[in-house]
């Protein structure tokens, strides 16, 4: 049997750049992202029966892989051409749709799980670009290459996304201190809504002529994913804290809808519980929102007042790894 373990993500910076639709019409995406200890979990093994045995929120048994009704795993199997007679289950920490990039932790996963299974030599910058080309150029899904990236590699991490559709991956050399307080200062809490990252996206891509008028804000949400870099680098974490609201304001101004309404109401009232600044984490319509706060107990009676539950977390500095192989 084969485990592999692979991390969720929190964007702190710049996020919405790594979208094809942006970085490939305004030469390069940059923004800062960070793994977390909310992790997928993909287990594969020998199957003896002739035909492929899935396990996820649903039970497949097919003979054929071009039958298989999950898309991820479908496409997976195929680009590794894996024959019949194998067994893949699936767990995770966290629901699906919340925002914190599950479907490329999911994807970079079992990649991870099948090479190894195959004695294939593949490092992790490698099954991101795979991952990476799976979802967005495979299956056509309105997603960044964000989640794939900082999934395979961990860490805190600048990522550059070329119009090329090369990707350089910068790990932030962060101080002991901003490394600790960050884990201590950054808190997450679920709002209860799910929804499809590729469905809410699709309101950003080139088709619609979205991304044309939103150009302007993202090239600014571009911008704040250097300051928060600079930020870090420098421990101005008062000022990190700052420039997360903003980023939400632009994400907002984006988004308008009335569910976006309620979440900017949650921000405005963490904020003056005691938060220095916070923002929705993902694509937007729901998930998580995440605050930066030295102050938390007033912040998170306000949380609790609001029936927004809290998931804690640290930094997952590993990346996506094998935790069983037998």
């Not at 094809?20 to 200890?37: D, K």
């Not at 009704?69 to 019949?84: G, Q, T, V, W």
């Not at 961990?154 to 901003?178: C, H, K, N, W, Y």
């Amino acid at each position: 049997m084969i485990i592999t373990r692979t991390p969720l993500r929190i964007s702190l910076g710049g996020g919405g750049t790594d979208l094809p639709s942006y970085y490939r019409v305004n030469g390069h995406g940059f923004l800062i992202a960070a793994a977390i200890t909310r992790h997928v979990y993909i287990a594969v093994n020998d199957n003896f029966d002739n035909d492929y045995l899935l396990k996820y929120s649903n039970i497949e048994r097919v003979t054929d892989a071009q039958s298989i009704k999950h898309p991820l795993l479908r496409e997976c199997i195929k680009a590794f051409d894996i024959p019949s007679s194998i067994e893949i289950s699936s767990m995770a920490d966290i629901p699906a749709g919340t925002g914190l990039g599950s479907s490329g932790s999911f994807t970079v996963g079992l990649l991870k799980a099948l090479a190894q299974y195959q004695h294939r030599s593949l490092t992790n910058e490698q099954i991101a670009a795979e991952a990476a080309a799976i979802e967005i150029d495979r299956l056509g899904e309105n997603v960044g290459k964000q989640d794939q990236y900082i999934a395979a590699t961990g860490g805190i991490t600048a990522l550059t996304f070329r119009d090329d559709e090369s990707v350089m991956i910068e790990p932030l050399d962060l101080s002991r201190t901003v490394r600790q307080r960050l884990q201590e200062d950054l808190l997450l809490f679920y709002t209860g809504v799910r929804r499809s990252a590729s469905e809410v996206l699709r309101g950003e891509s080139d088709s619609s002529g979205a991304i044309l008028r939103s150009k302007p804000s993202l090239n600014e949400t571009r911008e704040i994913g250097y300051a928060t870099r600079d930020l870090l680098l420098k421990g101005d974490l008062t000022s990190f804290g700052q420039v997360l609201t903003h980023q939400w304001h632009l994400k907002y101004s984006r988004q308008p809808s009335d569910l976006h309404d309620e979440i900017n109401d949650i921000i405005a009232a963490g904020i003056t519980h005691g938060a220095l600044g916070g923002k929705l984490v993902g694509a937007g319509g729901g998930g998580f929102i995440l605050f930066f706060a030295h102050q938390k107990l007033a912040l998170r009676e306000e949380m609790a007042r609001r029936n927004l539950t809290e998931v804690p977390f640290g930094i997952d500095y590993e990346g996506s790894c094998v935790i069983v192989a037998n």
